[in-house]
């Protein structure tokens, strides 16, 4: 009896080591509906029937990244995105279980034909986005609105083009009928592209063209902008002549108004009264700058000087730097200079003329960004019309801050051209997008000198640019026999350097190498310090009499 036992325990294991395990994780059936409207869009379902072997704890199900308008058997899901695309939660379909489980994903695909360059249309359908298990049997039916011109073309993961022996495909009337032939491996990838007669799709071929005219709109404002620069505005090229001292008759307060043609500079021009003996700079441990008068102004100086002179202390002997009398008197003298009729020609263009036509085709390229995210959004074309537009202004001021002190507009134009490239980007208009912003700095720049000059405004711009290039090219044999020949050399020269925006470059140029104390500016910081240290003080002395300014015109903007 024991032997019997025996002989049937060995030829059950002998028959249960033979039997072979059918059961694995696959995709038995995938079905997916397609259907293109007239606007380019794809309506797609996919009808899924997938069988897991054992149970896997998060399953998911990849679709096309675009895809928006996501439902899970007939309810809205969120779609996780992630480097390959995007993929649906199916936990609330298996419960994590493993076994057999049917559902159904629908999506919309936005733009999903495209206008070509010669005119024709291009379908693109992504049919398999990369499924963790393999699919035993693939069906698609793609439906366009007319009649299947073109011949479609197929491109798999694995097998790239080679996908004749993949797919069986059918062609009647506005059908294309697509089935497998074997099992498709797991992570494969398929995408269909199928050449279109434009007809088929008139509100895409309408926006191709409109799209195709704004380029030629873009292209005739830039050369409408160039031929005003060039007829109205161009100045004579200056020679940069070094020079190392500051401009004959301008102060360091008034450099902007004739290298920009912008309003004076009211800090900076009491760092020059300070430099000629008018008055004493005296910054406090808390911040707060005070204005000593150390005597009276006279006709030595403009009539314009006298009476900014006397606005700011009246009968006072100090002033508060910091307070509200000098922040509304910086207002006021920024809103004009003494000089700014002599400094360009009664004939000469109109900078902001200039810009706003550099601006044009900004606003023309933002509707196209617009157009190619949303064809059919007007609310998106005036948005990103307007955004555009603003933002290559703040380019344009950017760029001309290059060559004076405040810098903030230029990290603002950085901020701009950064948020530009990425919509750029996601139009699938990267190039357009740099070709606008190096534009827009272009005009900037050019726009940052004004325009045509006088014989006095020309020969200002001679000096302003020929110290600048001075100032930043130096070298320190060079300085040390200036101060040699005038100890207070640094402190002569540093206002031109603040104003011109090189104070930083212009300091280094010193090295390490100690400078005299400064007879004007009075700080709580040691004695004895490097140029790049005395440097630092003056622009943070500069910036803390202009604080209380930009407080006031922010919260003018603001409302507050």
């Keep these: 009896m024991r ?60 679709i096309p990244a675009e895809a928006t308008d996501v439902t899970l058997n007939g309810s809205a899901v969120g779609v996780s995105l992630g480097s ?142 160039a031929i005003y620069y060039l007829l109205a505005m161009r100045p004579a090229l200056p020679k940069k002549i070094l020079r190392s001292t500051g401009p004959d008759s301008i102060t360091a307060g008034q450099v902007s108004v004739w290298l920009t043609g912008g309003g004076t500079d009211l800090s900076l021009l009491v760092v020059a009264w300070a430099q000629l003996g008018y008055l004493r700079i005296q910054v406090e441990d808390t911040g707060r700058v005070l204005l000593h008068k150390r005597m009276e102004m006279g006709n030595e100086r403009s009539l314009y000087e006298n009476r900014v ?45 200039f810009r706003g036509l550099c601006a044009l085709p900004a606003l023309l390229s933002g509707i196209g960004m617009a157009g190619a995210l949303a064809p059919h959004s007007l609310f998106l074309q005036i948005l990103m019309a307007v955004i555009a537009a603003v933002m290559a202004v703040l380019i344009q001021s950017g760029a001309a801050s290059l060559v004076l002190r405040n810098k903030l507009p230029l990290w603002i134009a950085v901020g701009c051209a950064v948020v530009w490239l990425v919509l750029g980007i996601v139009a699938g208009q990267w190039i357009t997008a740099v070709l606008m912003i190096a534009f827009q700095v272009l005009a900037g720049l050019a726009a940052a000198y004004g325009g045509k000059r006088t014989e006095l405004g020309q020969q200002a711009l001679v000096q302003l640019l020929g110290l600048r290039k001075f100032l930043c090219s130096a070298s320190k044999t060079e300085l040390q026999r200036l101060l040699k020949a005038n100890p207070g050399y640094f402190y002569e020269v540093a206002p031109y350097a603040l104003a011109l925006g090189v104070d930083h470059a212009f300091a280094r140029r010193f090295g390490k190498l100690r400078i005299p104390d400064c007879t004007y500016l009075i700080t709580p910081h040691r004695s004895q310090m490097t140029a790049a240290e005395w440097a630092a003080a003056l622009r943070a002395a500069v910036d803390a009499l202009d604080a209380k300014a930009r407080r006031r015109h922010v919260d003018k903007l603001t409302g507050r």
């Design 3 to 62: 032997k019997i036992v025996a002989f049937v325990a060995v030829v059950l294991c002998v028959f249960g080591l033979c039997i072979p395990v059918f059961a694995r994780s696959s995709a038995e059936q995938l079905c997916c509906e397609a259907m293109v409207g007239e606007d380019g869009s794809c309506a797609v379902t996919l009808s899924v029937s997938v069988t897991f072997d054992e149970a896997v704890a998060e399953p998911k199900f990849p």
């Design 84 to 225: 390959r695309g995007g993929t649906v939660d199916l936990r609330g379909v298996t419960g994590g279980m493993a076994g057999t489980h049917s559902f159904v994903i629908t999506y919309r695909l936005v733009g999903a034909v495209v206008a070509q360059q010669d005119g024709s249309m291009l379908l693109t359908l992504p049919i398999l986005c990369g499924f963790d298990y393999p699919v035993d049997d693939l069906a698609v039916t793609v439906t366009l609105p007319g009649a299947v011109t073109g011949e479609p073309t197929f491109v798999s993961g694995y097998y790239q083009e080679n996908t004749a022996d993949l797919l069986a495909v059918s062609v009647s009337g506005s059908a294309i009928a697509i089935r497998s032939r074997q099992t498709l491996l797991d992570h494969e990838t398929l995408t269909m592209t199928l050449p279109a007669d434009a007809s088929l799709f008139p509100s895409t071929a309408a926006t191709a063209r409109v799209l195709g005219l704004m380029d030629i709109a873009i292209l005739v404002s830039i050369v409408l902008a």
């Design 309 to 353: 002179y006397k606005n700011l202390f009246g009968r006072r002997l100090v002033v508060d730097g910091t307070g509200d009398h000098y922040a509304r008197l910086v207002r006021t003298v920024a809103k004009r200079g003494p000089q700014a009729g002599e400094v360009y020609r009664t004939n000469t263009g109109n900078p902001y003329i």
